[in-house]
């Protein structure tokens, strides 16, 4: 083996070990987050974890296609092939959720009969009562 052929070979072995490090740091962190926000009451607080869960991801995403799926080293219009479909994608995705939450609350405001069903209590009914139906007479299967 030549001398050029055995450096840039430890080259890429150094470089698979400090993408793996940094994906291995990476997934602790995020784990140490979530296990965190078991905890936590506040709603914004643990928001804001999601939203720092979320980018340390989107980071692993990158590392993962840059390095093991080679498009470090392509390039620039084959990553632009990719980047712009997955950012018409997140921002589709985003729409339809915005569309639908403010579907679901001006229905919920503007149709004064349109009770949501989450918001429904439900009564629970009493272990030692007998079951009936709502003329008084005992249900199907049930002795009077």
Not at 109 to 117: G, I, L, V
């Amino acid at each position: 083996m030549s001398q050029d052929t055995h450096a840039e070979h430890h080259d890429v072995i150094a470089e698979i070990k400090k993408v793996t490090i940094i994906l291995s740091v990476l997934t602790i962190v995020e784990l140490i987050l979530g296990f965190w926000m078991i905890g936590i009451t506040s709603p914004g607080l643990r928001l804001g974890i999601k939203g720092v869960i979320i980018i340390l991801m989107m980071a692993k995403a990158f590392y993962i296609v840059a390095y093991f799926m080679h498009l470090k080293h392509e390039l620039k219009n084959l990553i632009m092939t990719i980047i712009v479909p997955l950012a018409l994608f997140i921002w589709f995705i985003i729409a339809f959720l915005a569309d639908g939450n403010s579907f679901r609350n001006l229905r919920n405001n503007y149709d004064r009969n349109f009770k949501e069903q989450s918001t429904i209590k439900v009564e629970k009914k009493e272990a030692g009562a007998h079951a009936t139906d709502e003329k008084g007479g005992a249900k199907e299967g049930e002795h009077k």
